[in-house]
């Protein structure tokens, strides 16, 4: 099967400690990181080289699905890495893999989302759901710096 990477980025109004713990911290990542039609009653992140990750979602029929792998790289403030597999129902894809760049722009911060799936559909609807998971941050983030 042949991969594909799809980047996706936003500028945030944040700055880069505050966006960066918005993704490490299980806590926080819970409450933005699901999008549209979907809640996030469960998310696991041990924000260290080798530590799991898995982030269960729940559709509004009542599916549910599940993102799990290993944090291969994890640099504060800076990078994070995993690899992954997907689990929707009927639906399973492996061998995917996400890099999350962060970078201070003044008070601001890019963070540069980068996926690679096996799959040109998937990665169609990756794009869309990082896009509403990132409106989610920016309502989040509106509240911590306030």
């Known amino acids: 099967m042949t991969q594909t990477t799809v980047v996706i980025e936003r500028e945030l109004n944040a700055p880069l400690h505050l966006v960066f713990r918005a993704f490490a911290d299980q806590k926080m990542a819970q409450k933005w990181m699901a999008p549209d039609g979907f809640t996030c009653p469960e998310l696991v992140f041990e924000p260290k080289q080798g ?8 559709d509004q029929t009542g599916v549910r699905s599940y993102a799990k792998g290993t ?3 994890f640099e504060q403030d800076t990078y994070i890495a995993y690899d992954f597999g997907v689990e929707y129902g009927e639906f399973q894809m492996k061998d995917m893999r996400t890099e999350i ?7 601001k911060t890019l963070v540069t989302v980068s996926l690679t799936v ?3 559909d998937f990665a169609e609807g990756c794009k869309i759901g990082w896009s509403q998971s990132f409106d989610n941050l920016e309502d989040l ?3 911590e710096v306030n």
């Open 71 to 73: 944090i291969t790289d």
């Open 141 to 143: 983030l509106k509240k």
């Open 101 to 107: 760049r962060f970078t201070a722009h003044g008070e």
């Open 51 to 58: 530590g799991q990750m898995l982030t269960v979602f729940d």
């Open 118 to 120: 096996p799959s040109e």
